[in-house]
């Protein structure tokens, strides 16, 4: 039997679309560029959260989805396992276009984008916006004076994650996770996946993640965990 080979450019893009892993991601310069560009082509972007997703994520699941990116999470789950739903809350309001785009390039019709982001009480925040679009963030970057931003929603997570009931949670919001996961109500949640930044939160932030998740009766799941992508669930 020949072995396997990776896919070409060729293969990966047709029609308009790059092709990864069965899902198409319309053509956008803005969005769709340089190495997000290559990963998406040979299979490789979010290689360490996919794994994880294919591993924990089951039928009947309902995802919630802290930071939405390019619909890339969404779309996975939403394809690959037959879930109830996927919330993403994504604070970059240039994506969510592109991200109901890919939904419908898809066809993921149980999938809910909200221009927001979960957090201990109602609010706003400045978010900062840069080129490439996928830079931008939460914070100021060293080097940078009076960088141009927006004013983006924070929704109270409590009445939010009430409503949703989630059963996984998928999480990569660039360090602030030492800051909300332990605020959020995890009692629901069987599964976690999530990307952490040591460099930026360090060895305490490492640890208050890991408290709160062993609080709420999750333990570290090893086979779904990779370097900084860390995975939790409720039983092996």
Partial sequence: MPRPTA????????????????????????I???????????NGYEAKETEAALRVVKEGDVVLELGGGIGYMSTLVATKRAIK??????ANPQLIPYIR??????????????????????????????????????????????????????LNAKPVIADIKPTVLICDIEG?????IPK??????????LETH????GPTGINTI?????????????????????CFRTEW
Avoid: C
């Avoid at 450019?9 to 310069?29: C, L, Q, T, W, Y």
């Avoid at 769709?32 to 040979?42: E, H, N, P, S, Y």
């Avoid at 040591?198 to 939160?201: R, S, V």
């Fill in 7 to 30: 896919p070409t450019e060729a293969d990966a893009i047709a029609g308009g679309v790059i092709k990864s892993r069965g899902m198409r991601f319309p053509k956008d310069p803005q």
């Fill in 198 to 201: 040591p460099q930026w939160i």
């Fill in 184 to 193: 959020l109500d995890l009692s629901g949640i069987r599964a976690a996946i």
């Fill in 32 to 42: 769709i560029q340089g190495r997000v560009r290559k990963l998406l082509r040979t």
């Fill in 101 to 154: 785009k890919v939904h419908a390039a898809n066809g993921v019709t149980n999938a809910h984008v909200t221009n927001a982001i979960l957090g201990p009480r109602k609010g706003s925040v400045d978010f900062y916006v840069r080129d490439p679009m996928l830079g931008s963030s939460m914070d100021v970057l060293e080097g940078e004076v009076d960088p141009p931003s927006i004013k983006v929603d924070v």
């Fill in 176 to 180: 602030a996770e030492v800051d909300l």
């Fill in 85 to 90: 739903s996927v919330h993403s809350f994504e």
């Fill in 210 to 230: 890991f408290k709160a998740f062993m609080d709420a009766g999750l333990a570290y799941y090893h086979r779904g965990s990779h370097g900084k992508v860390l």
